[in-house]
């Protein structure tokens, strides 16, 4: 199934690539560990986005290979990989924004998501940063689930402080029109990650192929997904990229269960 494989394109880029190296990566050394790989059995997630309100500091977190999209976004996500098949389980918490890729000469210009920083629980999840350009740091993760709730949060890189709390309050509501079609314009977008100066592709969830909220009615045995109301609470910090980026709106959120075995390697 399209959705278990990553799509990768690399294009030799000549320019400086900016902030690729990502807050915290003083707490990132090579894993003593050997690499190993993850193959991904089942795991569930929170993914909220929102508004930006700084834009001359969002402008400034973007590398230099990319562009400013039409419109200013940020995707924050907590995700707990509880069942492997192979490699220790682990969770994550990531920070995107939406960025431009103008793509190489004859190329189209595409959309994609660029992660700022990618703090993981395990030692072996490090090896995504060195093989791939992810800006994975060390640090802790967690996501607790009640009956109508999700909290996710994610530490500072070496500290015991909150980077972020993100809220997520289960709505048995339909989603509105204005939902959907913001659900719709960024289920396709793919994520990117600069690796050696090149920009690797890594795809959407589903392929691309289905919208957010179609994913339960296509393959109910894979997804199970929850929309909700989203808030988000985080220490005014300069360093802290959601201070920095003073977060705006909440705009759409979900919790997403998905049973599928497939591993994170190249095409």
């Known amino acids: 199934m399209k959705s278990a494989r990553i799509f990768l394109t690399s294009i030799l880029i000549i320019t400086f690539y900016g902030c690729a190296t990502g807050y915290g990566s003083q707490y990132v050394k090579p894993p003593e560990r050997p690499a190993i790989q993850h193959v991904y059995q089942e795991q569930d997630k929170i993914v909220a986005y929102f508004e930006v309100n ?18 200013p976004l940020c995707r924050v996500s907590v995700i707990d990989f509880y069942d492997m098949v192979s490699g220790p389980p682990y969770l994550e918490s990531s920070i995107e924004i939406l960025i431009k890729y103008p793509g190489a000469p004859g ?15 395990t030692e072996e999840a490090l090896w995504g940063r ?50 959907k079609s913001f659900l719709g314009f960024v289920s396709p977008i793919p994520a990117l990650t600069i690796k050696d100066g090149r920009v690797l592709n890594w795809g959407a969830t589903g392929g691309g192929k289905y919208k957010i909220y179609e994913f339960e009615k296509v393959a109910p045995r894979i997804w199970k997904v929850k929309f909700g109301g989203g808030s988000i609470e985080y220490p005014k910090d300069p360093q802290n990229y959601l201070t920095r980026m003073d977060l705006g709106k909440f705009i759409a959120g979900y919790w997403l269960k998905q049973r599928y075995k497939y591993s994170l390697a190249p095409k």
């Open 54 to 71: 700084n834009i001359n500091e969002y402008q400034k977190l973007i590398p230099n290979i990319f562009r400013m999209p039409p419109r």
């Open 130 to 179: 060195f093989y791939w350009g992810f800006n994975k740091v060390r640090g802790k993760v967690t996501l607790e689930r009640y009956e109508d709730k999700y909290i996710g949060t994610s530490f500072a890189p070496g500290r015991e402080t909150p980077y972020f709390k993100l809220n997520l309050e289960v709505e048995k509501d339909e989603l509105t029109a204005d939902q």
């Open 107 to 121: 190329e189209k210009e595409t959309l994609g998501w660029y992660c700022l920083m990618m703090p993981v629980t």
